[in-house]
C-alpha cells in the first residue's frame, strides 16, 4: 500500500531508492557441466547478464565471483559479453570477488570498471595449465593391445596412451605462451597505470586480496553491501538476478534415456569432473 502511495506523488516528492541488479558467477568455468556438477558458461549465465544490464534505472552492475577458473575460451566470452552489455547499456560494473578469482575467475573480473575483494580472497594466478594422465604401460599389464588409426601424422598428439614426445611437449608448450599472451595483453589493457612489476603479476602466482591491492590486480577491499551503501546510499535494495529455470525446474544434466549403460557412462564421466574440480578448488585451499 506504501508504495502505491508513493507512486502517486509527482516525482520531485518521491525519495526513489537505487535498485543494484547482482549478478553471481561461482562454479569452475567449462563449456558443459555433468550428472554432478553445474558448470560456468556463457550459456548459462546469458539472459542473466542481459536482464540485470537491461535494468534502466540501475546506476550500475554488481557482479560476484566465486571461481577457480577453468576454460580460457569460456572465460574471454563471459568477460567479452559484459564489456559489450555495459558499453551498450551505459552502466558502470563493479566486480566482487568472494573467495576466490584466480586464473580464468580473474579474467572474467577484468570485466569490472572497478575490482573489490575481501582481504582474504584469493586473487591473481594469471597463466595458462594444462594436466592429464599417462598410461603407456597399464595397457601391457592388462593384456590389451590398442589400436588406432589415423589420416594425419599429429592427430594422436599426447596420446595418454603412449609415450610423451618431446615435440609434442614443446607444441603444446608453444599453445599455452600464445594464450597466456592473450590474458597478460587483457590485464595490461584493463589495469594499464595500476600494475606492479611484470615478472610478478604474470608468474602464474596468485595472493591474498590484501596483496592484490598493493600489486595493483584489484582497486579496494570491502564488501558488496557496505560498499554498495557508500556509493548509492543506505536504501538502496539489491536484486539478484539469475537464469530462469524451466517449468519443471532445472534439468538433472549428464542423464539421459538411453539406458542404463548411458547412465553408468555419465555417472563415471562425472565423478572424474568432481575429482577436477576438486583439484581446482583445492589449489586454493578451498
Known sequence: MAGFFRRMLPKRFRKERAIIPVVRLSGVIASGGG???????????????????????????AIVINSPGGSPVQSRMIYSRIRDLAREKEKKVLVFVEDVAASGGYMIALAGDEIIADATSIVGSIGVVSGGFGFPELLKKLGVERRVYTAGENKVILDP????????????????????????????????????ADEVVFSGLFWTGGRGLELGLIDGLGDMRQELKKRFGDKIKLELVTTPRSLFGRRTPGISLSGLDGIGAGLASGLAEVAEEKALWGRYGL
Open 161 to 196: 596412451f603412449q609415450p610423451e614426445k618431446e615435440k609434442d611437449i614443446e607444441y603444446l608448450k608453444s599453445l599455452q605462451v600464445e594464450i597466456h599472451k592473450v590474458f597478460i595483453d587483457m590485464v595490461r589493457e584493463r589495469r594499464a597505470g595500476k600494475l606492479a
Open 35 to 61: 550428472p554432478l556438477r553445474q558448470s560456468l558458461n556463457l550459456a548459462g549465465i546469458s539472459q542473466a547478464l542481459e536482464k540485470a544490464f537491461g535494468m534502466k534505472a540501475a546506476p550500475a552492475v
